[in-house]
């Protein structure tokens, strides 16, 4: 039967929750469970304590992070004499990512005993398939601006409309302005944003557009200024 580490996505410094799932045969029960998970520290910040654990394990269950040998893994210990069936989830592997890119999860299969299924008789359960999961982290949201530079600073007479200040956007799934004035908006579609419209009051108008959703970095924000002066300059 097969026992499935999940493949999940998420930003730096998400605290992610990846499957641990098993489909085992009809008439199969297991009274034992050890399992060992090798994943980098250096990308993956273990926590112990598992979510999400089925009800089938709740007595005698035990986890923890450990360094074992030259790797760094989760493992999983688990005894009752009363054998159980599950077929899905058994639990989820809390990991905090730290970096960037895809992280693998593998099970040690190398060292015996480290993951294995027995039955009430302490007979290891064979032809188990051991499939390997992963956590990736989604690239950090970028704007940039496009066009002519220099847009994004205007000065203008009233009733003039503004030259389009246009913004392009990666990983955002939508957008927050604030700061302009009357008779100028700013409109995400298609990974742009364009900023246009005749300002109708006079004075100085800093504005701020911000991305929403995607993964927060260092660059999820830009700023502007609009200064409308009366007269026809």
């Known amino acids: 039967f097969p026992v499935t580490i999940g493949a999940m996505n998420g930003c730096v ?11 085992m045969g009809s008439g199969v029960g297991v009274s034992a469970i050890t399992m060992a998970i090798n994943y ?5 910040q273990c926590i112990s304590a598992v979510s999400s654990l089925n009800s089938s394990l709740n007595t005698g269950f035990l986890s923890n992070c450990v360094a074992f040998g030259n790797a760094t893994q989760f493992r999983v ?18 990991f905090k990512i730290l970096s960037g890119g895809s992280h693998s ?6 060292s015996p005993g480290n993951c294995e299924y027995a039955d009430e008789f302490a007979d290891v359960i064979s032809n188990t398939q051991w499939n390997n999961g992963s956590i990736t982290s989604n690239a950090e949201n970028t704007i940039a601006m496009t066009g ?7 000065a ?20 927050s302005v604030w700061g302009l004035p009357n008779g100028v908006t700013g409109v995400w579609s298609s ?9 109708t009051q006079v004075g100085v108008y800093p ?3 911000k991305m929403t959703g995607g993964c927060t970095g260092n660059n999820d924000s830009v700023m502007g200024s609009i200064t409308v002066f009366a007269g026809s300059g």
């Open 148 to 154: 002519s530079s220099g847009l994004n600073v205007q």
């Open 13 to 23: 410094g998400d605290t992610v929750n990846v499957p641990v799932m098993i489909q």
């Open 105 to 110: 999860l593998t099970w040690d299969l190398a």
């Open 40 to 44: 980098d520290p250096s990308k993956l």
């Open 77 to 94: 210990a688990w005894f009752n004499l009363n054998p159980v069936t599950i077929s899905g989830p058994m639990f989820n592997i809390q």
């Open 156 to 175: 203008i007479p009233l009733g003039t409309p503004l030259s389009n200040i246009m913004y392009q956007t990666t990983g955002a799934t939508g957008i």
């Open 207 to 209: 504005y701020t557009v």
């Open 191 to 199: 990974n742009t944003v364009t900023i246009s419209g005749t300002p």
